[in-house]
């Protein structure tokens, strides 16, 4: 009974572990994404005003 009780109180902290890491891969991942979305409209914002440039000349 005592290794039982030993047996689900580890696997219940590692249970814990892997929550924690995937909560970390997820938050890191949304982060990454954001940034990149960022990125992206700056781009598109320069894009847009190289084109309103040439169509100026």
């Known amino acids: 009974m ?3 009780q030993v047996c689900n109180e580890y696997e219940a902290g ?3 572990k892997r929550l924690r890491t ?3 891969i997820a938050e890191t991942a949304e982060s990454s994404l954001a940034k990149k979305q960022a990125h992206y409209s ?3 914002h320069a894009f847009q005003n190289a084109m309103e440039l040439l169509a100026n000349v």
Do not use: G, P, S, T
Request: charged residues 25%.
């Open 22 to 24: 995937r909560i970390a």
């Open 14 to 16: 590692r249970a814990i």
């Open 2 to 4: 005592l290794y039982m």
């Open 42 to 44: 700056k781009v598109l």
